[in-house]
């Protein structure tokens, strides 16, 4: 009997990505009433080499039977990717979240290591998602534009910036007011430009400082002015802002509605007046995107 899956929608409009320690029962037990759209169960950096094993175990058992919940494997040249593979793919993520991938050969190589352990699970083929960290690597910033039809698997890309400043050699990577210096806010608009190339969702990096809330709902709020469609989170606490931030207002919804109805009503237009200001085929885009957006929201 095959697995039952999450439907691509409740995926791809996930507004948040709460990471939880793979080798902590009791986080992995709270969890899940943290209020966040999907859990990423981390095998990777929040889990020491020697607590792995063990680790693989209860991802496994937490795994079963869950919808939305992602497992963060260890790169995929490593010696530990095909064990955490191995270990939790009998429960069937949603999907696998790829770390230091140096390009999208990477999540190619993942693509065909899934398609033979869904066929051992009995996992319908092709089901099983990837969501790349793509600039990890500072080589993987020159070749973001090959995923583009890399693997159908791929649900969207999401990127960070410590492993990036350790391999350039930083000593920080924001300035004094908490902005990303240049090299970072330019691997920010990369991935957000290669997600949107491939037609995936693209989701911002963690805010790191989790007990400052105005500067996360500062920065959500900025996330999905820019196109983010959701936002990692490193802590519990950070769920319900980075969830609110990614709602859009009333005015907004009214708005893209308003939108809608004058271009039904004048199907031949291409641009037109409202408010005293011209709108034209791409305000249209992007206000059937909202509304599709709220609409998954609400299911």
Avoid at 131 to 151: I, K, Q, R, S, W
């Amino acid at each position: 009997m095959q697995a039952q899956r999450l439907d691509d929608a409740s995926i791809i409009m996930s507004r948040s990505f709460l990471f939880v320690p793979a080798d902590s029962e009791r986080k992995l037990r709270k969890a899940g009433s943290a209020g966040a759209d999907a859990l990423i169960v981390d095998l990777e950096d929040s889990v020491a080499a020697d607590a792995r094993p063990d680790a693989r175990v209860l991802a496994c058992e937490y795994l079963a039977g869950k919808k939305n919940v992602w497992v963060r494997i260890n790169p995929i040249d490593s010696d530990d990717a095909e064990a955490d593979l191995e270990g939790v793919m009998p429960s069937a993520p949603t999907g696998i979240v790829l770390p230091k991938p140096r390009s999208a050969a990477a999540a190619i190589e993942l693509d065909e290591k899934l398609l033979v352990l869904e066929s051992k699970h009995g996992i319908e083929t092709g089901s099983t998602r990837i969501l790349p960290l793509c600039t990890e690597h500072p080589e993987a910033l020159f070749t973001l534009n090959a995923y583009v039809g890399a693997t159908q698997r791929l649900a969207g890309l999401t990127w960070g910036a410590e492993d990036l400043s350790a391999a350039v050699g930083a000593t920080t990577h924001r300035d004094e007011n908490g902005n990303w210096l240049p090299t970072y806010e330019m691997a920010r608009s990369l991935c957000l430009l290669a997600a949107a190339a491939a037609e995936v969702a693209a989701i911002d990096t963690v805010f790191t400082d989790y007990k400052d809330n105005q500067g996360l709902r500062r920065y959500a709020s900025n996330a999905r002015r820019d196109g983010f469609s959701g936002m990692l989170a490193i802590h519990p606490a950070q769920v319900e802002v980075i969830n609110a931030a990614f709602v859009p207002s009333a005015e907004e919804m009214q708005r893209a509605a308003r939108i809608v109805e004058l271009f039904a009503a004048n199907p031949g237009a291409g641009t037109i007046g409202m408010d005293g200001k011209m709108i034209d085929r791409p305000h249209l885009v992007q206000a059937r995107r909202l509304l599709e957006s709220a609409k998954n929201q609400e299911t």
